[in-house]
C-alpha cells in the first residue's frame, strides 16, 4: 500500500512566522504535489515536483516556496506565514508508472493567528 | 479551459442509493476519478475510469462516464452512515501531468 505521511495533522501558528510542512512517500514515487483546500473552493495546487530538486508553479505558489532534496521528501514552506493562509494542507504523490493517480496524505490543518 | 463541477451537497437516506454527478470540460481527460474525503483525512482514491470505458463497477460502487456529454456519475449502492463524506470528481488530461478536481460534494446520510 501506498503510504503518504504529514508531520503535523494539526499547526497554530503566529502572523509572520517562518512555517514548514513536510510530506513523506515510501512508494519511491517521482512526483509529489502540495494542495491547499478550502470550503467552497476545493483543492488547488500550489506547487509541484517531478525529480529531486525540481519543482513546477501550480495555480496559487504565492507566499510559499518548496524544497525536494530527496525523493521520498517534499516540503512546503511558508516564509512568512499570513492569516488568509489558514488552511488545510495536502500533500500527494504519484509514480511515473501510473502517473495520473494521486495518493494523497491525511492532511496538515494549519490555523495562522 | 479544465473544470469540473459537482453539485456542492447531497443529502440520501441509509440503505437506499446515492447517485453524484460530475461534469467536466476538457475532451482529452484520460483518467475520470472519484476520491472520497472523511472528516478530518486526506482523500483516499476511491475508484477511477479509463476514459475509453463506460462504466466500472467495483462491489457497491458503480461508475458511468457519459463521454458525449462529458458526464461523469458515483453511485453507491444501499448507502450505509460511513460512506458519509466529501466525494470529489476529478479528472487528469492526458498532455498535462496535474489532476484537475471538482470543489466536491457533501454526503449526509439520514436515518
Known amino acids: 500500500d501506498v503510504k503518504v505521511t504529514q508531520s503535523s495533522r494539526y499547526l497554530v501558528k503566529r502572523t509572520g512566522e517562518k512555517v514548514f510542512l513536510e510530506c513523506v512517500q515510501d512508494?519511491?514515487?517521482?512526483?509529489m504535489f502540495w494542495y491547499r483546500q478550502d470550503p467552497g473552493l476545493g483543492l488547488r495546487l500550489i506547487y509541484f515536483s517531478y525529480d529531486v530538486k525540481m519543482k513546477e508553479k501550480g495555480d496559487i505558489p504565492e507566499g510559499y516556496s518548496v524544497s525536494r532534496e530527496k525523493k521520498e521528501r517534499f516540503s512546503l514552506i511558508l516564509e512568512s506565514a499570513s492569516t488568509n493562509q489558514t488552511s488545510m494542507y495536502l500533500c500527494?504523490?504519484?509514480?511515473?508508472?501510473?502517473?495520473?493517480?494521486?495518493?494523497f496524505g491525511p492532511g496538515t490543518r494549519l490555523l495562522v493567528l | 479551459g479544465e473544470d469540473v463541477e459537482q453539485s456542492l451537497f447531497l443529502s440520501v437516506r441509509e440503505g437506499d442509493s446515492s447517485v453524484i454527478n460530475c461534469t467536466y470540460t476538457d475532451s482529452s481527460s484520460t483518467y475520470l476519478y472519484w476520491y472520497k474525503q472523511e472528516p478530518g483525512a486526506g482523500l483516499q482514491l476511491l475508484t477511477y475510469?479509463?476514459?475509453?470505458?463506460d462504466m466500472k463497477q467495483d462491489q457497491r460502487l458503480t461508475v458511468l462516464l457519459n463521454k458525449k456529454d462529458k458526464h461523469l456519475s458515483l453511485r453507491i449502492a444501499d448507502t450505509q452512515t460511513g460512506d458519509s463524506a466529501i466525494y470529489f470528481c476529478?479528472?487528469?488530461?492526458?498532455?498535462?501531468?496535474?489532476?484537475?478536481f471538482g470543489k466536491g460534494t457533501r454526503l449526509h446520510i439520514l436515518p
Open positions: 475510469i479509463f476514459s475509453n470505458m
Open positions: 476529478a479528472e487528469s488530461i492526458w498532455r498535462d501531468d496535474k489532476i484537475i
Open positions: 512508494m519511491d514515487h517521482e512526483n
Open positions: 500527494a504523490s504519484s509514480g511515473d508508472r501510473e502517473k495520473e493517480t494521486q495518493y
